[in-house]
């Protein structure tokens, strides 16, 4: 883990605090739009074009969610704003370098859960729409 990383909450006064969880992610030739259902909120967050993806199971992401001190208030319960963005990141550093320097202006963006990572690059910012 690089503990050069800085995880920021991202876009706070779009998105509703609640506890989220992963319903649905959706991936085709329109983009990619992950749908987060809350206690109270429900919202979708899209990308118009993503460069990679990832999804893990939070119990094997254990070392990020320990070494990451940004994140740690919110780990205490869940509540809040799920999406963040890393400056610094590793993963940037991996798609670059697996795409021999095309991905250049790619960003990082993180949506935790209680039980998912979900880790998003994109040179495009994220849509976030908010519905009950």
């Known amino acids: 883990m690089n503990m050069l990383e800085k995880w920021r909450e991202y876009n706070q006064t779009d998105v509703p605090k609640d506890t989220y969880e992963v319903s649905e992610v959706v991936q085709n030739s329109e983009g990619t739009v992950i749908k987060l259902m ?15 993806l990832r999804i893990t199971d939070e119990g094997r ?28 990141s590793e993963y940037v ?26 880790d998003i690059l994109s040179t495009f910012p994220p849509t976030i729409t908010n519905y009950v």
Request: glycine residues 6%; aromatic residues 14%.
């Open 38 to 52: 809350g206690e109270k909120n429900n919202m979708n967050i899209t990308f118009g074009f993503v460069d990679s």
């Open 61 to 88: 992401r254990i070392q990020t969610y320990n070494e990451i001190e940004s994140i740690q208030k919110y780990r205490e319960n869940f509540i809040g704003n799920p999406l963040y963005k890393v400056e610094q």
């Open 93 to 118: 550093a991996w798609i670059k370098k697996e795409s021999a320097g095309f991905c250049a202006d790619v960003d990082h963006y993180v949506i935790i859960t209680e039980n998912d990572l979900i």
